[in-house]
């Protein structure tokens, strides 16, 4: 199958992304054709048996994309995202994962607290950061964590409201300090930036890794 210039491939695990990324789409790079592929079982085996045990249906999901003429691949879920991008080398496209340009951005600050509300996500997004901050030249910033309790239980029974109130309150519950940021670990937390009072910079991923995934994909847009 041949596709346009700036076909991207998005695999989610869960269907809520879908509506997200579609709208930013719209709103930053129109001419972007997004596919997108829900795998919800992916992130249940990560969970129970580590993201390493996914690495193979990772790449094969992947691959499958790659055989119907995607330009490049955006994975959405942090905890998938090192198995998705070790499967870069042999679909011979770019994969990113959706955390890494925030995790770029975070690694400038002296501290980060890093929330989520899955602790599977909580190892690879200082990881990330920790490479990130060594990619810069960096001093890798000194990272707390809080798993938000009982967010994910909301989350996964529809109750999205709740679940963005957990997570803003919980972020208006770390106390402030200069030089530091927080990062919402997981992109279904995005929206909860606008719910927060703190005065700590809040980073989400969502934007900021569909603009670099555009761009690979060769796409752009507005920014």
Request: net charge negative; aromatic share 2%.
């Amino acid at each position: 199958m041949v596709n346009p210039a700036g076909t991207l491939a998005l695999l989610h695990t869960s269907p809520v992304h879908v509506p997200v990324f579609d709208a930013l789409r719209d709103r930053h790079h129109p001419g972007l054709v997004l596919w997108h592929l829900v795998h919800e079982e992916l992130l249940v085996r990560a969970r129970e048996a580590g993201p390493g045990a996914v690495a193979g249906p990772v790449a094969a999901v992947l691959a499958g994309a790659v055989a119907d003429g995607v330009h490049a691949v955006l994975c959405t879920c942090s905890t998938l995202g090192g198995a998705a991008e070790s499967a870069a080398a042999s679909l011979g496209v770019p994969v990113l994962r959706v955390d890494r340009p925030m995790a770029a951005e975070a690694a400038r600050y002296d501290r980060v607290l890093v929330v989520a509300a899955l602790r599977s996500t909580l190892e690879p997004t200082t990881d990330l950061l920790a490479e990130e901050a060594k990619a810069s030249g960096a001093h890798a910033p000194r990272v707390t964590t809080v798993v938000v309790e009982g967010a994910w239980e909301r989350f996964e029974a529809g109750d999205r409201e709740g679940y963005l109130d957990a997570v803003a309150a919980a972020v208006d519950r770390a106390p402030v300090t200069e030089g530091g940021a927080v990062v919402l670990a997981q992109a279904s937390m995005a929206d909860a930036t606008g719910r927060t009072s703190t005065s700590l910079p809040v980073l989400s991923s969502p934007r900021l890794g569909l603009a670099a995934a555009a761009e690979a994909a060769g796409a752009g847009g507005r920014g």
